[in-house]
Each structure stands twice: as structure tokens, then as C-alpha cells.
């Protein structure tokens, strides 16, 4: 297939899972009936339960299968030194270029690298290459001027006024601000946290201590994070509120490209564990490292648009400890008694970090287009298609149906008696509605792994079929052992196990 067709069929993946993600509950527009809120998404019914699924196995994996990896739950709010310590306030910028004509405005580095990708797909790999290097430069010797000049004699125009009459390029701070305090005057500019990390900094003392850990030792977090996105797009992949899941790890200097490497494995082999095959998954080394950074991947998925980030592993250094110190006043400090090779306690440093970064609602995409399933089945002389989520039944929103093959003769009576002995383990539908058949491809399109289906064998022996999902094959069981079936399937166990 040519590059460019192949690029058109997989927009039109793309297309055709953001409509099923509506159409089935998974992801709504933010105030969808006032024509939705830009880069904002709600999650629905299946949504809610999917990502939960996700944000569970994650925390689970953080802190069940790794002793020295505690959890946190820090505010949203916090005090504006502290983006000031972190660097953002001076520095978390995105070079944006409005275009004069249809008054729109774009991430400057972003028109070029799309630029670069047109090279890609049309074979010319090195142009795109050098592109993207000079830009790399540009953008490190801060020459915006430079950067406007590149969109120009590349003829980079405008998708809208289809022009190039552009602005200069300006840095613009991605952070969104508000005021705290009831009178105007005592009003106080604090920020919504761009990332959860530095909730973490500023509590490391205070978890390493009551908890008494020791380094090398963790902290997870899962919560929202707030950017004033230029550029937002493709669906849910870049958002202007979104949730991250973080873990900074503390480790003695000089140890931190051992854990650096440890972890990002680690943090890859989770991603096959949940079922996204290896060839769907790459590294994707930083060349330009951030002003923290002194190694830094990210771990990136096959898009239907791409390979793009989910996952961030970054090696810290001591950066962000040495900035609150300075600025709070407050020692950072950690005292190690561990002996050293003189056989003298490490004594006091400050903690070096291994940071890992994922975005929850990327891992979702991620799921969703991995579990995005189209296929032909052939029956008899004709053929029909089946669309069907493979979810990891682990992280699929629904874990069985229980359906009565009537309405009458005591089979709902008798399916809702199974239903009420698994509800309490696990996420279930009862319904009765519609063909047997409809229902199998209702749960299908919501990714559920299992269908039970009540019959009137069932009243005489106690008895089921349970349809899988992916084979769409039937087997019988006493309901006796339902539980166990289903619970050997959707239970992290089997994750975990990968992981050991
Ligand atoms: P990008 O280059 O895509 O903007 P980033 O390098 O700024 O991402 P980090 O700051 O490293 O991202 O954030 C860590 C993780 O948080 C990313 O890997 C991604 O999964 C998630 N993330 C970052 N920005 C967004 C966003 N706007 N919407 C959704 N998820 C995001």
C-alpha cells in the first residue's frame, strides 16, 4: 500500500473508534449539548470503568508488587514558590505562531514536525530528518526568529486561509492560573499543577520519614493535571485536562542510569503484560534533554496517527530537591547509614530521581486502539463483520453478561440469582432484551468477555454456556464454577505474574 493511502485508512481507524467510543459510552465531548469544550473529554458509563481499570492495575503494580513504592495523594493547589522552584514558571513554554488571516494559532515546532512527517510518508526520510534537526536547534538557541523563517521557506501555510502570512513566533506559558482569597486585593495567583511530580517533591521528606523508608524507595500518585494546550488533537490523546500517573524514585547518586535502566524496562514489560504487542511498542530516546534531565525515553505506542508517547521515564538528577531546598529554605537532605566502600555511612545527599510518567487517558487510547477489533466471519456461503474490543479481560469495563434466553418459564428468576452471587466480585450486565444473538453483539461492541447465558437446561442441571469473546465459542458449566472462570480471567494475578 502507499504511504500516503495507508496514512488515509488509519485517520479513518482513528475516525471510526472516536465514533464508537461515543456511540458505546466510553468518551463524550465535555459539555457535549453546547457543542463541547476544546481538548476537554468526560468519560461515560464504560469509560469510567475502563480507565478506573487502568489507574487500579497501575497503582496495584506500583505499590503491591514493589515493597519500597509507596503511594500519595497530593492537592491540585499548591503554593506558587513551588512552580517557580520546578522551573515552570519561567520555562514550561510552547512556541506558538498565529496565522494573520484566519486568526488561528499553532504550535510553531508543531507545523514544522508535520511538515517533516509529509516528507516521511511521501519516502523522503532524510529531508525529514534535517528538518527536524534544524529546528531541534533553533529551539535550543531560543531563536524564535529563526524558527518563523523555517515555516516560511519551507511554505508552510495555514489549513484554514490556506496562507502564510504568520506572526512572530512567541513563547506561551502552558500553564492556566487562578486566584485564591475571598478579597480581591489579599488575592493570590497560584496555578492548577501541570504534573503531579512536584506533589511528590515537596512530601518526600515528610513520606521518607513517617515512613521511615530508605533509599532507593518510591512514591506513586495518580491525579489531574492541567496544560493550556496549543495544539489540541486527536481525541483524547492531547488534552487540556488530563489525569497522569507518576512514581518518583529516590535513589543515592551516581546509582541513577542502573535504576534509570531498571525502570524503564520495568515500565515496558507492564505495557506488553497488558496485552499491546511488541511490535505496537518502541523507545523513543531523547536527544534534547529538558534543563532537569540527564537521560530521558519515552516509551511509544503505534497510533492509528503514529507512534507517539504514552509513557515518560526520565533520570531527574537531582534537580528538583536542589530547587525547593533553595527555595523553601528547607533541607532536603536524607541521611543514609548504609556503609560506603571505605566502609564510612553514605552520610547526608540529596536523592537523585528516576521519574516514570504516564498519562492515564493515553494508556485508554492506547487501550482502545489496541482493542479496536474488525473482522470477517465467514458463515455458510455469505460473510458478515463482527466489530468487537479485545480488551485485556483484566481491564475491560464489563466482565460478564448474564443473559436469560427468555423472559418467561423462571429464567430471569434463576439468571438473576447468578448475577446476585457474582455481583460482588465483579462488574456485570443483566440483560433481557432483544435476541440472544443482539446481545452477544452488544457486549462485543463494550469489550465483554463473557457472555452466560441462562436456559431452560439450566433449571433442570444448573448449568450455563458461556461464550468467550474473541473465539465466540461456547462452553457448558455448572454455575458452580463461574466464579472461578471468570475470576482466572479478569483478575491482575495473571499480570502480576508477568511482571514477578
Ligand atoms: P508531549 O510531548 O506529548 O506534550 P510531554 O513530553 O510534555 O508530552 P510529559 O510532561 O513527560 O509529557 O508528561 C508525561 C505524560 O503525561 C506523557 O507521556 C503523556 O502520557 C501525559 N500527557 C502529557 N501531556 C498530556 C496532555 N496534554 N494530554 C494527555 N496526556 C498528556
Known amino acids: 500500500m502507499a504511504t500516503q493511502e495507508k496514512a488515509t485508512v488509519e485517520n479513518a481507524q482513528l475516525k471510526d473508534i472516536i465514533s464508537h467510543a461515543k456511540e458505546y459510552g466510553f468518551v463524550f465531548s465535555s459539555s457535549d449539548i453546547y457543542d463541547g469544550l476544546q481538548a476537554v473529554y468526560d468519560y461515560g458509563q464504560m469509560g469510567v470503568e475502563l480507565k478506573n481499570n487502568i489507574k487500579n492495575l497501575w497503582w496495584k503494580c506500583m505499590t503491591q508488587l514493589n515493597q519500597n513504592v509507596v503511594g500519595l495523594d497530593a492537592a491540585i493547589f499548591m503554593h506558587p514558590l ?3 522552584a520546578s522551573g515552570h514558571v519561567d520555562s514550561f513554554n510552547d512556541p506558538m505562531i498565529d496565522n494573520k488571516d484566519s486568526k488561528k494559532r499553532y504550535r510553531a515546532d508543531v507545523l514544522i514536525e508535520d511538515k517533516a512527517a509529509q516528507y516521511e510518508a511521501e519516502g523522503r526520510v532524510e529531508e525529514a530528518g534535517a528538518l527536524l534537526a534544524e529546528m531541534g536547534k533553533l529551539l535550543e538557541d531560543e531563536n524564535l526568529d529563526g524558527v518563523r523563517e523555517l515555516i516560511i521557506s519551507e511554505g ?3 489549513p484554514i486561509s490556506g496562507t502564510a502570512n504568520w506572526t512572530d513566533v512567541r513563547q506561551f506559558n502552558l500553564m492556566f492560573s487562578t486566584q485564591v482569597g475571598s478579597v480581591a486585593e489579599e488575592s493570590q495567583t497560584i496555578y492548577l499543577r501541570p504534573e503531579t511530580a512536584q506533589g511528590i517533591f515537596v512530601n518526600f521528606l515528610n513520606v521518607q520519614k513517617t515512613g521511615r523508608m530508605k533509599v532507593p524507595f518510591g512514591i ?18 492531547r488534552m487540556r485536562e488530563f489525569e497522569q500517573m507518576e512514581m518518583q524514585f529516590f535513589v543515592r547518586p551516581g546509582t541513577e542510569m542502573e535504576w534509570y535502566e531498571k525502570w524503564k524496562e520495568a515500565r515496558k514489560a507492564w505495557h506488553l503484560a497488558i496485552g499491546i504487542p511488541a511490535e505496537s511498542l518502541r523507545y523513543h530516546d531523547h536527544e534534547k534533554l529538558a534543563h532537569y534531565a540527564n537521560a530521558a525515553v519515552d516509551i511509544e505506542y503505534r497510533f492509528p496517527f503514529g507512534f507517539k508517547e504514552v509513557e515518560g521515564i526520565h533520570s531527574r538528577t537531582d534537580f528538583d530537591l536542589t530547587q525547593h531546598q533553595e527555595l523553601s529554605r528547607k533541607k532536603m537532605q536524607y541521611f543514609d547509614n548504609d556503609l560506603n566502600e571505605e566502609g564510612k555511612p553514605y552520610g547526608n545527599y540529596i536523592p537523585y530521581v528516576i521519574e516514570t510518567s504516564a498519562g492515564a487517558d493515553r494508556l485508554f487510547l492506547m487501550t482502545l486502539c489496541n482493542a479496536y477489533t474488525e473482522e470477517e466471519i465467514v458463515e455458510g456461503d455469505s460473510t458478515k463483520s463482527r466489530t468487537f474490543l479485545k480488551f485485556h479481560p483484566a481491564l475491560a469495563p464489563v466482565k460478564a453478561a448474564i443473559l436469560p434466553l427468555t423472559k418467561k418459564d423462571g429464567l430471569p428468576e434463576k439468571a438473576t440469582e ?7 466480585d465483579f462488574n456485570m450486565i443483566y440483560e433481557e432484551r432483544d435476541s440472544i444473538g443482539k446481545r452477544y453483539t452488544r457486549q462485543d461492541l463494550i469489550g465483554t468477555p463473557f457472555c452466560i447465558a441462562v436456559d431452560h437446561q439450566t433449571l433442570e442441571d ?10 465466540r465459542e461456547q462452553v457448558r458449566m455448572p454455575i458452580s464454577e463461574l466464579h472461578n472462570y471468570i475470576n482466572k480471567a479478569v483478575s491482575f494475578k495473571s499480570i502480576f505474574e508477568k511482571l514477578a
Open 462 to 471: 444448573n448449568t450455563v454456556t458461556v461464550r468467550d469473546r474473541d473465539s
Open 220 to 237: 506513586a500518585q495518580i491525579g489531574k493535571a492541567f496544560r493550556n494546550e496549543i495544539v489540541a488533537r486527536q481525541f483524547i490523546f
Open 418 to 424: 447468578i448475577f446476585d452471587s457474582l455481583k460482588y
Open 156 to 158: 508552510i501555510k495555514c
Open 82 to 84: 513551588v512552580w517557580k
